[in-house]
């Protein structure tokens, strides 16, 4: 990457991937999509209740069944397919052997890169961005995120990292002021 040479570096962080970590980021995701994902479920029960409810009054058995099959695999898919991706990415490789990762914030992109790939992404291509007082999630579609320990700049620091990602990424952006639970008691 030639360019990057000529590009001044704003921020850089090292962040090494752990189950804590990995923990710590599915945690902060369900508290923050919750209600989102509650009304979703809700929605889609519903309507399909309302069918089965209509197809009852109208004696059509066979998609009275289908109906409540449907129903069923739906609710089975939403509880067990998220534990099933937590144990799948907790048991990845980049987990188990705590690899460490390097983030290299440029004006326009940022790079990561560890000891296989480098990967360069431009800031309009992050779906959202949150960012707390212990860990940055850069989020890159509604599940996935890159995870930055906010203790690991190297250059730069938090403040100004999270001006400058309010710049950059806008309405995509949120900061959560998390109270640490053991102070509250």
């Not at 962040?15 to 945690?27: A, M, N, R």
């Not at 890159?146 to 700049?153: A, K, Q, R």
Request: hydrophobic fraction near 35%; charged fraction near 25%.
């Amino acid at each position: 990457m030639c360019g990057d040479k000529k590009m001044k570096i704003l921020f850089k962080n090292k962040t090494k991937y752990s189950e804590e970590l990995y923990t710590k980021y599915c945690i902060f995701h369900n508290e923050t999509n919750f209600f989102f994902a509650k009304m979703y479920n809700i929605i889609i029960v519903g309507l399909l209740i309302f069918l089965l409810v209509v197809q009852t009054k109208n004696h059509n058995y066979d998609i009275i069944i289908l109906i409540g099959l449907s129903i069923t695999l739906f609710i089975l898919w939403r509880l067990f397919y998220p534990i099933y991706l937590g144990r799948k990415e907790i048991s990845s490789e980049k987990i188990t052997s705590q690899k460490e990762y390097y983030f290299t914030f440029y004006d326009n992109y940022f790079t990561i890169e560890n000891d296989k790939y480098i990967t360069k992404v431009k800031y309009n291509k992050l779906f959202r961005v949150r960012i707390t007082d212990e860990y940055s999630y850069l989020y890159t579609d509604r599940r996935y995120s890159y995870i930055l320990d906010n203790n690991g700049f190297t250059y730069g620091s938090l403040i100004t990292f999270k001006s400058f990602m309010h710049k950059k990424c806008g309405w995509k952006y949120k900061y959560y002021d998390i109270i640490k639970k053991n102070s509250e008691e």
